[in-house]
């Protein structure tokens, strides 16, 4: 009779476990590094982060100032700025942005101020990671990366200052 050798991995026993352990850490990973997706491509408008066109994910940037935190826009209160369109939650606020858009917009064309500034390439955001500093709204790729940029803001900012044309240039 012979003696089944048991595996030094019992994951591999049952492949279906096996592999839907494998699409959870491939998938962890996707969420947790942000270089893991890059928004850029050459010959692309990169002036400002719009997905189907809409700048922010559709958030509300003035009322970043006036609520203190992230408001979803409206698609009835709309303005097209840089092309691409910019939704907000009343038409005050609206006009408020019409007025002066520079003033709201977030910095590096609403794209992630971390990965401009530590990396000089283009990522997305999640509005809900963000901070106003000396009356401009930076916006991160998420949480995590929010809390990385939070350890040097100043530093970030000035690296990315610096790097901002470049990375325009470049894309």
């Known amino acids: 009779m012979q003696s089944r050798k048991q595996s030094p ?9 096996g592999m839907s352990l494998v699409a959870l850490f491939a998938l962890g990973a ?11 491509e050459a010959g692309q408008e990169q002036s400002v982060f719009a997905e189907d066109g809409i700048a922010i994910r559709g958030y509300d940037p003035v009322a970043y100032f006036t609520e203190g ?32 858009p520079e003033m709201y917009a977030p910095a590096y064309g609403g794209y992630c101020a971390w990965a401009v500034a530590a990396k000089g390439e283009l990522y997305s955001i999640d509005p809900h990671a963000w901070r106003i500093v000396d009356g401009t709204l930076y916006l991160n790729y998420s949480d995590a990366i929010q809390q990385r940029w939070e350890q040097d803001i100043s530093g970030f900012i000035e690296q990315g200052n610096e790097r901002w044309p470049q990375v325009m240039a470049d894309s």
């Open 30 to 40: 996707i969420a947790l590094w942000p270089a893991a997706l890059p928004v850029a």
């Open 69 to 100: 935190e992230p408001v979803a826009g409206s698609p009835a209160h709309t303005f097209e700025w840089k092309g691409v369109t910019w939704r907000f939650v009343n038409v005050g606020h609206r006009e408020r942005f019409a007025d002066n």
């Open 9 to 17: 991995r019992p994951w591999r026993r049952n492949g279906i476990l």
